[in-house]
């Protein structure tokens, strides 16, 4: 149990909607990542929050946002979802906000888009 | 062309093998090498990290990098079945912060 929490564990809903997924990172950890894992893509780096300010943008679909509250959890909503964004959406954490920084992965919420 | 490069297998080996999985990179400005495992239905979790060039022993882990050949390898000595998962390699440079770029990873079957 790597201490990052995850919720919901699977998600199932129709194209179009919208939906947040939820993350509480490790006690102490200050920076929470988004993942995104699918079998054509692999695991792909979506976006970075330091202490609740954006630090790095990966390839994050304009249709996607995220935010870091200040009790550090975060949340990344999906809105007009499309069949594609059936993936296993991972939250990670660190301490801070370096490359250095081991990332801890938090078990992952399962995504299916109908 | 991807930025990184993983061959996806399934490489199955005989219990007690060596495993040598590898990546190559096409961006020279990544520093930090990482591998990173996966059981299935689980998060990866972290195995190695590196800096630069160079090798680093953990146990039966050896990760080394050659960044003149843009080219990482994480070998694993006397594999056991409990090694069977899905290993990534990732790296990241300092540019555009800190982003971690992964590969696809390649999934191991170690046969008892």
């Known amino acids: 149990d790597s201490g990052v929490t995850q919720t919901p564990k699977h998600l199932i809903t129709a194209t179009g909607q919208r939906v947040t997924l939820r993350c509480s990172p490790r006690?102490?950890?200050?920076?929470v990542y988004w993942y995104q894992q699918s079998l054509d893509q692999g695991l792909q780096f979506l976006i970075q929050?330091?202490?609740?300010?954006?630090?790095a943008k990966g390839n994050i679909l304009e249709r996607f946002s995220a935010q870091q509250f200040p009790d550090l959890h975060s949340e990344l909503n999906l809105s007009s979802l499309e069949l594609g964004d059936s993936a296993l959406y991972f939250c990670?954490?660190?301490?801070?906000?370096?490359?250095?920084?081991?990332?801890?992965f938090g078990p992952g919420t399962r995504l299916t888009v109908t | 062309q991807k930025e990184v490069e993983q061959d996806p297998g399934p490489l199955s080996v005989p219990e007690g093998a060596i495993v040598s999985l590898n990546c190559t990179y096409s961006?020279?400005?990544?520093?930090?090498f990482m591998w990173y495992r996966q059981y299935s239905r689980k998060g990866p979790e972290l195995l190695m990290y590196?800096?630069?060039?160079g090798n680093k022993e953990d146990g039966r882990f050896t990760a080394q990098v050659d960044k003149s050949s843009k080219y990482i390898s994480l070998f694993i000595r006397d594999s056991q079945p409990s090694d069977s998962a899905t290993y990534l390699c990732?790296?990241?440079?300092?540019?555009?912060?800190?982003?971690?770029?992964f590969g696809a990873g390649t999934r191991l079957f170690v046969k008892a």
């Open positions: 990670a954490s660190s301490v801070g906000g370096g490359a250095v920084d081991e990332q801890y």
């Open positions: 961006n020279s400005a990544f520093q930090y």
């Open positions: 929050y330091y202490n609740g300010e954006e630090r």
């Open positions: 006690s102490g950890d200050l920076s």
């Open positions: 590196t800096y630069s060039s």
């Open positions: 990732a790296m990241t440079s300092n540019t555009g912060g800190f982003k971690t770029i």
